[in-house]
């Protein structure tokens, strides 16, 4: 009996030692606000100034208080003196002067940062524009307003978001490169306003370069064009790594957006793909191999074609 015994307490000491530790529970995951960069409050801010009132602003400004009553921040419930800060050292009784002027926070005269910064100190909590710190428009010094209608002025709706139309004139007016490429033979229908500019970037700073809305340019492009995705048996290396090494996005003089036309385009990877003579092709490779893009059909010598019968 003391010999089972003992052998009991042998053998619940060697499992206890080989037990595996079971994880500490995970404290409870609290819900995390997005990291505002900084405080933007004090871009507001008018020392000594108190509010003056928007029945006071309307008096002088009757024009763009009139314009204003319809326009999103109106719908808010914004006020003027929630952006151009309190109003009572503006506000004279001899009407405008040149003092006055110093005393109230204008757009037009501050710079970016000060003048997003005063955009920001509302929408730096949106996550549309969580983005915007890291992205091109804020490095090239962009205002807010040179592509919002704050006021919602210059529209027939009075609103600050245009149509799709107004939209992609808004932004080809700066980007001339893509506004000449909008022109040519074979593009994508920016210039019908079947889609816009913000479909593939995101102007308040993209997660990629560019400013795209996706990771990178595939999977932006198989977000329309998912009939190229795959996955196919025999890929074809270019579709793989990157869309842009064939195709243009913006418009080309060439079918399908090609950055080079065909056969030179395929030549410039293939370039001892000759006919019988020796001499290159002068007809489009893709007549023969129509899955470019990618096939599940093997070839009689292994590999494949990109044939798809």
């Known amino acids: 009996m003391r010999r089972r015994a003992l ?34 409050s004090k871009f507001v801010e008018i020392p000594g100034a108190e509010m003056a009132g928007a029945e006071q602003c309307a008096q002088c400004h009757a024009g763009l208080s009139k314009g204003y009553r319809r326009s999103a921040h109106s719908m808010q419930e914004i006020a003027c003196e929630q952006c151009h800060g309190a109003g009572s050292l503006h ?8 003092e006055s002027k110093d005393k109230i926070i204008s757009f037009r005269d501050r710079s970016p940062e000060q003048a997003n910064g005063v955009c920001l100190s509302c929408h730096a909590k949106s996550d549309h524009v969580r983005n915007w ?68 970037h995101d102007a308040h700073g993209g997660s990629a370069g560019n400013n795209l809305k996706m990771s990178n340019a595939n999977e932006l492009c198989f977000s329309c064009h998912a009939e190229y995705q795959g996955p196919f048996t025999f890929q074809h290396p270019p579709v793989s790594e990157n869309c842009l090494k064939c195709h243009s996005a913006h418009g080309s003089p060439n079918q399908n957006l090609l950055t080079v036309s065909q056969p030179a385009l395929c030549l410039q990877c293939h370039s001892a793909h ?35 019968k």
Request: aromatic residues 6%; charged residues 20%.
């Open 133 to 200: 710190f890291s992205g091109a428009h804020q490095a090239q010094d962009i205002k807010c307003s040179d592509c919002h209608t704050i006021h919602g002025e210059g529209h027939g709706e009075q609103r600050a978001i245009e149509s799709r139309r107004e939209l992609n004139e808004n932004c080809l007016r700066c980007h001339q490169k893509q506004n000449a490429e909008a022109d040519l033979p074979y593009h994508h229908p920016i210039r019908e306003a079947k889609m816009s500019c913000v479909d593939c």
């Open 91 to 98: 506000v004279v009784a001899g009407g405008y002067s040149t």
């Open 7 to 40: 052998l009991l307490v042998f053998f619940f000491s060697i499992s206890f030692l080989f037990t595996p530790t079971l994880p500490a529970k995970d404290k409870p995951k609290t819900a995390t606000s997005h990291k505002i960069p900084q405080d933007f």
């Open 274 to 308: 000759h006919n019988g003579a020796s001499l290159p092709l002068v007809d489009r490779c893709t007549n023969c191999h129509n899955a470019i893009h990618g096939s599940d059909i093997p070839s009689a010598t292994g590999g494949s074609k990109f044939i798809d």
